[in-house]
């Protein structure tokens, strides 16, 4: 019982995470049907920002607003640079655009800083944990589902209670009606991708705090979990993209802990196989939006 | 529409300045025609200087001491050709971007010294990219006597089938122990994961370890399979137990939480811990673990630390792994990388194995006495107690593995410092 406890609140942080990431994909989605695999951008660039800002003397306490602050300049200039240029394009092209945003991204950390691994030091907390019980709880993870569960409900008033948030939500809805209702539609992409940036900033703070380091791929992996979780949850659907993450990460732990020895390192592959069972019953996803076909 | 000029006009730039990096870059690898020799490094001797005097054979002392303000008369002989297949992507860039620079850094110096025998040595690097066979093609048709290549398979093999098997391809800076074929003339220069996993193994038991904590990828993944294989299997033949054996996802996972519970339930803090990952994982693993209270373990690793970074990473302190040469400070080895820039690249201690690699080459050329690919490579796979940068290398009698001994170091104040010497 201890154990699934453990696990449990391990799959919470790890998912904590995802949700965010997800939650940041998902927006997005749903203004543009964009699905963006550039935002593991939105780390890789505060990534190495952290490595900079360490060489020089700062903390962490001025380097998580600094990764926040860049993911959200990096969305919208990823925004104004790439995806402004192609509005109103097929899924398609947009899809593609996003993998040329990632691919130019990467190419050039490669190419103008380097190759390897560059280090940085991690909070001396991060692996802190407290015995409640029989149970070892990492610092870490309540940390994360705690500031995960305020930025959730942030989110959601700044959604549901704000002009901003109606009209993201009616662009959300029916893009073209909204405008004709008078909704700015420059405003609301930029504040999506903004929003989508914060909420890629603030996973992206532990993120590469677990991390320890920055290579220029290093937003491959967790733009896979965000697009992964998104997809789990149901594309557009924001409350799917938490329960898409929270669902990811917990899969991944219980997984990992329950196979038997010997397979455990097929973890992955459970988990996929486990979401291809969920696209067979399900295939819009956990939650799964009704799509307005744009013609 | 200003911005979308704006816009077009960085993007030219943009591109206008990688053409230019790039261009940058093949002028530090040797010159326009790709030769060593016509960049400085056969420098004519200064007008008030006497030039001098020339090396004969392969003297790899006189070649690194060489003055580049003080050459010896220019080498007048054949070139030697030596063919340099490099990755410069995320996988291997860490090692072959360095590696391009420093062997015609090299020549450069061979050449100043008088070359080989009176022979100038000419480098050409091509970038492997997405077709390491043209690439090989390429230099071929240049005439490239011998080849340099990358780390890992996907490379390597293409070039030997490009070559038809009859080059010497050196893999400098790989331990993969199927990418050796001596029969196809492919050549590691270094030892392989066995026999840094082994040496580790028998370390751990030399200092009273004799419980271990392994983490794999899985039996037969190579490198992150392997080297643990090797250690386990050395470890236990030596009386040593295994007490938890965990995966993970090489260079990915940095979050053990899992892995951790496991361990934690089974050891008491006096075992040894190995495993192939990357530095940044195994810095994450240790606070997790030292998080669980488990606080006496002791890290043990291969060269992935070294190619990680390990030295810089605050969290590395302590950690003992198998680098593939100390460079001693004020050493004329430090000197050479310090010289051609590649000291300060992300992997110096790799560096000698890319220098050895092209000495090892020309070496074959001296013992065949012959230009032709297969000639050298037949002269190569019979070289016994050369005597490199990097350490004595054998290949008589081998797959195309080197037998060279491990230093076994451990990450003190930031610095490796020299526990041991096995094999």
Redesign the interface.
Known sequence: MS?LL??LI?GL??GSIYALLALGVAVVFGIMHLLNFAHGELITIPGYLTYWAFNNGWNWWTVVPLIVVSAVITSLIIER?AFS?VRGASDFTLLLTSFGVHFIV?AGF???V?????????PTW????LAVGSL?I?VF?LVVIAVTVVVLAGTTWLLQRTMFGLALRAAAADFDAARLMGVKSDSVIRGAFALSGFLAGIAGVFWIM????V???AGI?PMLQGVLAALIGGLGSLRGAVLGGLALGLAE?LL??WLP?GI??L??GFVFVMIALLFIFRPGGLLSVPQVERV | MKF?QL?GLLLALAMFA?AC?SGSDAAETPSDDGTASDDGGAEEPSSDDEAAPAATGLDIDAILSADLDNCAAEPTGESIKVGMVMD???????VD?PGSEVVPYVAQLANCAGGINGRPVEVDVRESGDDPALATQELIDWGAQFFIGPPFADATLPMQQTGGGEYAIFAAASTEPTLADAANNTFLVTFDDNGQSIASADFALSQGLTRAIIF???EGVPYSGVNPDAFKAAFTAGGGEIVS?????WF?D??F???V??I?SVADGTEVFFSAG???QI??LR??M???GLDGITYMGTDAFD???IT????GEGFIHTPHTLIESGSQLESVLADSGTLAS??PAFMPLYIDSMFLGIQGILDCGCNDPAGIAEAVKVISDFEGTSGSITYAGTNGIPPKAVSIVQVTDGANVLLDTIG
């Open positions: 154990e453990q696990n391990d942080g790890r640079v240029r990467s490669l190419l103008y380097s190759a390897s691994v560059k280090p940085y030091p991690r991060f692996a802190k944990t070892n990492e993870d677990r991390e320890g380091q290579t220029p791929t992996n732990v990992r802990s020895v455990q390192n973890t992955t | 979308r816009m990688g990096s410069f992507s995320e996988a291997a860039g860490f971007v794999t990828e899985g054996e965990q995966t993970y996802t990915v940095t979050d939480s899992s892995q519970n496991e934690a990357a530095g940044f810095t994450a606070a997790q030292e998080g669980q190619a990680t970074g810089a990473d605050p969290g992300d992997a």
